[in-house]
């Protein structure tokens, strides 16, 4: 029985019982959606401006997730190497459009194969496509040893390469990229590499010419750049890819150089094993 005079403290005891069960759970769930990815790449990662055949690729390529590791904000000025036929790109320039800046890093036509100048062509045909888009990209080249000022220097907050650095090895121009790289950022931005991932217990061929590098390969290139690894995630890894087949990597989709011989196979292992490595350029002393 509570005596006359005190109802005030059960009163107040009741009182903040009920602020804290109300209040606990929210902060939780505050501190659960700190860290979860950015609603505005969720949206246009399902948006109806990517095509069917891209939005196919997200569970072997996981944009949201991988974007989120390497820590993406949307005020970042971020630099792209080589975009390919521009997947990464109907993200990142929408994204990065309004309230920061986005570089897409190709290469010089003439000094790519038939294949390579298609690409290049298509690409400029998506952009002109598409300037409320894509109008307000940055668009510069790389093509060492001349032609590495990828970005104003020191002015990059994040820089982003996905599955390039086998060909780097293979033209023999790993180190020029990396060293590029390295000076288009500033003091504390974000190396971002997503690569084919090679088995630790085979000697790591010089030119990749299976299109698979070795993790610890990929680190030492980095760090002999002067970049810091700061983290790793298997956002990306696949333990079906044995990585031992007839045309490299290119025998698993999307690329399937093999046609209709064992398709079923290789669709059923889905895309590379892939390392996904964020490193740093440390900040100035």
Same mark, same amino acid.
């Given at each position: 029985?509570?005596?006359?005079?005190?109802?005030?403290?059960?009163?107040?005891?009741?009182?903040?019982?009920?602020?804290?069960?109300?209040?606990?759970?929210?902060?939780?769930?505050?501190?659960?959606?700190?860290?979860?990815?950015?609603?505005?790449?969720?949206?246009?990662?399902?948006?109806?401006?990517?095509?069917?055949?891209?939005?196919?690729?997200?569970?072997?390529?996981? !944009?949201?997730?991988?974007?989120?590791?390497?820590?993406?904000?949307?005020?970042?000025?971020?630099?792209?190497?080589?975009?390919?036929?521009?997947?990464?790109?109907?993200?990142?320039?929408?994204?990065?459009?309004?309230?920061?800046?986005?570089?897409?890093?190709?290469?010089?036509?003439?000094?790519?194969?038939?294949?390579?100048?298609?690409?290049?062509?298509?690409?400029?045909?998506?952009?002109?496509?598409?300037?409320?888009?894509?109008?307000?990209?940055?668009?510069?080249?790389?093509? %060492?040893?001349?032609?590495?000022?990828?970005?104003?220097?020191?002015?990059?907050?994040?820089?982003?390469?996905?599955?390039?650095?086998?060909?780097?090895?293979?033209?023999?121009?790993?180190?020029?990229?990396?060293?590029?790289?390295?000076?288009?950022?500033?003091?504390?931005?974000?190396?971002?590499?997503?690569?084919?991932?090679?088995?630790?217990?085979?000697?790591?061929? !010089?030119?990749?010419?299976?299109?698979? &590098?070795?993790?610890?390969?990929?680190?030492?290139?980095?760090?002999?750049?002067?970049?810091?690894? &700061?983290?790793?995630?298997?956002?990306?890894?696949? !333990?079906?890819?044995?990585?031992?087949?007839?045309?490299?990597?290119?025998?698993? %989709?999307?690329?399937?150089?093999?046609?209709?011989?064992?398709?079923?196979?290789?669709?059923?292992?889905?895309?590379?094993?892939?390392?996904?490595?964020?490193?740093?350029?440390?900040?100035?002393?």
């Amino acid at each position: 029985m509570i005596q006359e005079g005190h109802w005030w403290k059960w009163t107040g005891i009741v009182t903040v019982g009920v602020m804290l069960a109300t209040f606990l759970p929210a902060l939780a769930d505050h501190h659960e959606q700190k860290g979860s990815p950015s609603t505005a790449l969720q949206t246009l990662i399902a948006g109806s401006h990517r095509t069917d055949a891209d939005k196919a690729r997200d569970q072997y390529r996981h !944009p949201l997730e991988i974007l989120s590791f390497f820590g993406i904000t949307d005020t970042m000025t971020v630099v792209e190497i080589w975009p390919g036929g521009g997947w990464y790109t109907d993200i990142l320039a929408p994204f990065l459009k309004e309230h920061g800046t986005y570089y897409a890093v190709g290469v010089v036509p003439e000094s790519v194969s038939e294949v390579g100048r298609a690409t290049v062509q298509k690409y400029k045909e998506k952009l002109a496509a598409n300037p409320d888009l894509f109008g307000k990209i940055k668009q510069t080249v790389l093509a %060492p040893p001349t032609k590495t000022d990828i970005a104003p220097e020191g002015s990059a907050d994040m820089v982003l390469t996905f599955r390039n650095v086998h060909n780097w090895m293979g033209m023999e121009q790993a180190e020029s990229v990396f060293q590029a790289m390295y000076k288009a950022l500033k003091p504390g931005g974000v190396l971002g590499v997503v690569e084919h991932r090679a088995k630790t217990d085979v000697p790591q061929d !010089p030119k990749a010419a299976s299109g698979y &590098v070795r993790e610890d390969a990929v680190i030492k290139m980095a760090e002999q750049a002067g970049f810091t690894l &700061v983290d790793r995630s298997e956002i990306n890894a696949n !333990p079906k890819d044995t990585k031992d087949y007839p045309q490299g990597v290119w025998t698993l %989709p999307p690329a399937l150089r093999l046609k209709e011989v064992d398709k079923e196979k290789y669709v059923a292992i889905g895309e590379s094993d892939r390392m996904t490595l964020k490193f740093m350029k440390p900040a100035a002393k």
